[in-house]
């Protein structure tokens, strides 16, 4: 497929006005920053500005790439973002493909996910006509296939945002925006990057994400930094950026590499797709880590964090209360730190505050990590059921799952003051 080019105004806007929450990587970033930032004085090392509810951020950005992106983006019936005018075939039979020929659809690509033994194919809408329209009449010619929108997804938290082969203790998989690899923090773990093919880049709630789970530094530790880290960057400063066939290469690509257990800090609407990747992952012994998502404890369900077999994560803050924005219902599993907390930010200060359940799923998935170092059902079950035992169970199931795990990863922010 054809990438379009970097979207810049939108996250600038965002950025500076709403610290909207992350979704898109923006404008490319400071390489190379040295470890002389960690020895600076303090007030250097953090930015000061404190992030509160981010409940209306992702309805924000989803409204700002609507505006800013209409020539590559489009709203579902529902008013979820997908790449205009594409439809996302999974594992089409010859008949299913003969049905999209007469409705007038053209094959314009395909990703091969050989180790799931799937196929994505990606039918183009003829110009002038509606996708939903012919979504529809293709499930009507062909009940039997799985067609859907090519939906995108966003992170699910705030980053308070700003413009390897080997193996040694296990490993741990992220499927998010690019990973500034050159942070300190990054100095000694081993990160293995793929993705927008041998380019970088590195984006704010990448890096955050990947630093709770392998990061190591002066004042600053993730929760497995000991482990290696496979990090697909599904967005590569893109519009079109997170789309329910990025992610699905994402995990096909863990599969091959038999990662056991995934991090996907990413949350949007229901895609079937998406969902039959998701089962074939889970039913290979993948443990998939997901955030439940900030639209507030009433919102519908978020996936992937509410597809069958993932383990959801909400965040809570330091005193161990659910976030209010944090979605509730049986998708959440596990509870972690997820505000009053900092993680690596691209460029300077180098440590920023960020806040939602983008921020809790990496610590849950890098304490699951070290008790399934490769795909395994038996394995996988049991990986949960030893931390469930380690959870701090809270009053509200709905709220907390199991309990809360991983408080002593959160690094308060006048650690850094």
């Known amino acids: 497929m054809t990438t379009p080019r970097y979207l810049c105004a939108a996250l600038l806007c965002l950025c500076s ?120 009449a293709l499930r009507a010619a062909d009940p039997a296939g799985t067609y859907d929108f090519n939906h995108l997804y966003t992170g699910s938290g705030d980053a308070a945002g700003v413009p390897a082969n080997g193996q040694r203790a296990g490993s741990v998989g992220l499927v998010d925006s690019g990973v500034d690899a050159d942070h300190p923090v990054f100095a000694d773990a081993r990160v293995r990057r793929e993705g927008c093919g041998a380019k970088a880049h590195p984006h704010a709630h990448g890096t955050a994400v990947a630093a709770l789970m392998v990061g190591r530094a002066d004042r600053f530790e993730g929760a497995t930094p000991d482990a290696t880290l496979y990090a697909y960057d599904v967005y590569c400063d893109s519009p079109t950026g997170g789309s329910a066939l990025r992610i699905g290469a994402a995990l096909a690509w863990m599969a091959q590499r038999k990662v056991g257990v995934v991090n996907v800090s990413l949350v949007g609407p229901p895609n079937e797709p998406l969902r039959r990747t998701v089962a074939a992952m889970v039913a290979r012994g993948h443990l998939l880590v997901a955030a439940v998502g900030n639209d507030g404890p009433a919102a519908p369900p978020l996936y992937p964090a509410s597809y069958p077999g993932v383990v959801g994560v909400t965040g809570v803050d330091r005193r161990g209360r659910p976030l209010p924005e944090a979605a509730r219902g049986p998708q959440v599993m596990f509870a972690a730190p997820g505000s009053q907390m900092v993680s690596a930010a691209p460029g300077a200060p180098p440590f920023r505050q960020v806040r939602g359940t983008s921020f809790a799923a990496p610590i849950v998935a890098a304490l699951l990590a070290p008790r399934l170092p490769q795909p395994d059902p038996a394995g996988a079950q049991a990986a949960i059921a030893a931390l469930a035992k380690e959870a701090v169970p809270g009053t509200d199931r709905a709220a907390t799952g199991y309990g809360t795990v991983g408080t002593g990863v959160r690094i308060d922010p006048s650690a850094m003051r």
């Open 17 to 136: 006005a709403a610290q909207a929450q992350l979704r898109l990587p923006s404008l490319p970033l400071p390489q190379g920053l040295g470890t002389d930032l960690l020895r600076r004085p303090a007030e250097r090392l953090l930015d000061s500005r404190v992030v509160n509810d981010v409940r209306e951020l992702r309805r924000e950005l989803v409204d700002e790439l609507l505006r800013r992106h209409p020539d590559v983006v489009e709203p579902d019936p529902r008013g979820e973002p997908a790449v205009r005018g594409e439809i996302l075939a999974w594992s089409p039979t010859p008949a299913g493909l003969a049905a999209a020929r007469e409705l007038g659809l053209v094959a314009v690509s395909e990703e091969r996910l050989d180790e799931l033994d799937q196929v994505m194919v990606v039918l183009r809408v003829p110009a002038g006509a509606a996708t939903a329209t012919l979504l529809a």
